[in-house]
């Protein structure tokens, strides 16, 4: 930059407008030789600026700032009434986007847009059909969720028609069920029951009530304990013994079953049982037996031996097979076991009416039985299944005893709910009743919630009240309604896709349940 030194100050040219580099001439007032010298504008604008804010400083708080000119151009655009530090939304404006953008954790809900429910299972209720139909799911309602009652009180409904329930006193139920007097439905005694003779033998289950009539005779008081003036015919006493008969003095002995005697004579054959005189013998030798009726061993109807036929004796009834190429047997009856081979090596045993053992072990029947052991199967053996119900309510599989959660039908479709370990019916339309449960088939039906119930596993069965007309080898999936099955893909929202089985036949089904499910999608 050059100076004119010859120029007087006022005859410089003139600059409206100072940059930071621009110099100023100024007397230094501190140097005693009054020797000129220069500063630049930045200096003198930086000395003001310290110099005012020492003025201003009582002025401003400690943290205002001046306004720049960013924050002056902000300033200028406000319009209305908007002063720049609102507390409420009046007299602003502006689009649904440009609220929800100023909205910075979430999106505003405006009028006229739908708000809806997801289908599926929120907890005790269940969402269906886009969210315009709720279910309270079975047994979500307890006792402590209704409405209170007064003391002794019942719930029926009284009101002619179908409608809610009512609360009724048990006096109305009385009433209601035509108990009269002092009657209150759990007499433990007849006091106070009055009634025709017709009536108390109607109400008694096992015979009638002697009525009128006949007079006692005698000293028979109708408890007799002794045969005291008890007197009759030896048919009559015969018949009053219900486990043999009398022998009577001057009566031949041989017909009745036992008998003691000291002398025999006779030309009769003798039918001997017992002692004969003082002492028992082990053996008996004879060259020949010979009698006119039966040899009774051990005692009268224990082992009788008989004579059949020409050439043919029996036992028990029960003829002997004698020495021929084929014997056949019709029957054997034995009052011990049966050693095969010789005593101890194989017993075939009685343990029980129609109970046969081998060895201990019971042997199982067509009529069933508890088997304790393992059964292994040798190669080319099976277990077969019925291939074809012969009729309605028929089954052949694996099954298991249980508790019913519900009433439950023949062929109902159940699950094994974890809350109770109680057996409830199946729906498609939850997760929890169809998708991840052990499921089954009801082939015991169940009156009530809590009644005993035995359920297929896995098997074969035929239930034409509940199951629709199936294709044979196609698919049945678990239903849509509550228990039952289906021919058809489920296709609800939300609802489950399982595969409980194949058709054998056009009315019985091969029930196998899939361990997969898949879940249709909202």
């Given amino acids: 930059m050059a100076y004119s030194a010859d120029k007087e100050p006022l005859d410089l040219t003139a600059k409206t407008t100072p940059i930071d580099a621009d110099v100023v001439i100024i007397g230094d007032s501190a140097d005693a030789s009054e020797v000129a010298k220069k500063t630049t504008w930045a200096n003198v604008k930086a000395t003001l600026k310290t110099y005012f804010d020492t003025l201003y400083a009582g002025v401003l708080g400690a943290d205002d700032n001046y306004v720049t000119d960013a924050e002056k151009v902000k300033l200028s655009n406000l319009s209305g009434t908007n002063t720049g530090d609102q507390t409420s939304i009046v007299g602003i404006t502006g689009t649904k986007a440009q609220f929800d953008t100023a909205v910075s954790d979430g ?55 179908t409608g809610v329930p009512e609360v009724q006193t048990l006096a109305t139920l009385k009433t209601d069920l035509g108990l009269t007097g002092t009657n209150s439905g759990d007499q433990t005694s007849i006091v106070g029951i009055t009634g025709t003779t017709a009536q108390f033998n109607t109400a008694l289950s096992d015979g009638d009530f002697a009525t009128g009539g006949g007079t006692a005779t005698g000293t028979n008081t109708g408890d007799q304990t002794s045969i005291v003036g008890i007197t009759g015919t030896m048919a009559q006493f015969d018949t009053a ?90 029957t054997i009856t034995t009052t011990g076991n049966i050693e095969l ?54 089954y052949s599989g694996i099954c298991i005893t249980g508790t019913a959660g519900a009433t439950l039908a023949f062929g109902d479709l159940i699950y094994l709910a974890v809350a109770d370990s109680r057996w409830e019916l199946t729906d498609a339309d939850a997760t929890a009743t169809a998708g991840t449960p052990l499921i089954g088939m009801c082939v015991l039906a169940a009156a009530a919630d809590g009644n005993a119930t035995k359920i297929l596993l896995q098997g074969t069965i035929r239930a034409d009240a509940k199951f629709p007309a199936l ?52």
């Fill in 107 to 161: 999106n505003i809900l405006y009028v006229g847009d739908v708000v809806g429910v997801s289908d599926g299972d929120k907890g005790d209720i269940t969402v269906s059909a886009s969210g315009a139909t709720w279910t309270i799911d079975n047994s979500a309602v307890t006792l402590a969720k209704q409405a209170d009652m007064a003391t002794a009180s019942v719930v029926y409904r009284k009101t002619a028609g």
């Fill in 241 to 330: 013994v219900s486990d043999g008969n009398i022998v009577y003095q001057s009566q031949a002995l041989g017909t009745p079953s036992s008998g003691t005697v000291t002398n025999l004579t006779g030309t009769a054959s003798i039918n001997i049982n017992g002692t004969v005189g003082a002492t028992t013998p082990n053996t008996v030798s004879a060259t020949t037996v010979t009698t006119s009726g039966n040899i009774e061993l051990g005692h009268a109807s224990d082992t009788t031996l008989a004579r059949a036929s020409a050439g043919v004796a029996s036992i028990e009834g029960n003829n002997i097979v004698v020495n021929t190429s084929s014997p056949t047997l019709a």
């Fill in 341 to 394: 081979g010789h005593a101890s090596d194989t017993t075939i045993a009685r343990t029980g009416a129609g109970t046969v053992a081998i060895e201990g072990n019971q042997i199982l029947t067509v009529a069933g039985g508890t088997m304790t052991g393992n059964l292994t199967l040798g190669e080319n053996t099976s277990i077969d299944l019925d291939p074809a119900g012969s009729a309605d309510g028929k």
């Fill in 471 to 522: 294709t044979i080898g196609a698919p049945a999936y678990v239903g849509e309604t509550a228990g039952a099955i289906q021919t058809a893909i489920p296709t609800g929202a939300d609802n489950v896709i399982r595969v409980v089985g194949r058709a054998l036949t056009a009315d019985e089904l091969y029930f196998c349940p899939s361990q997969d499910h898949q879940v249709t999608v909202a």
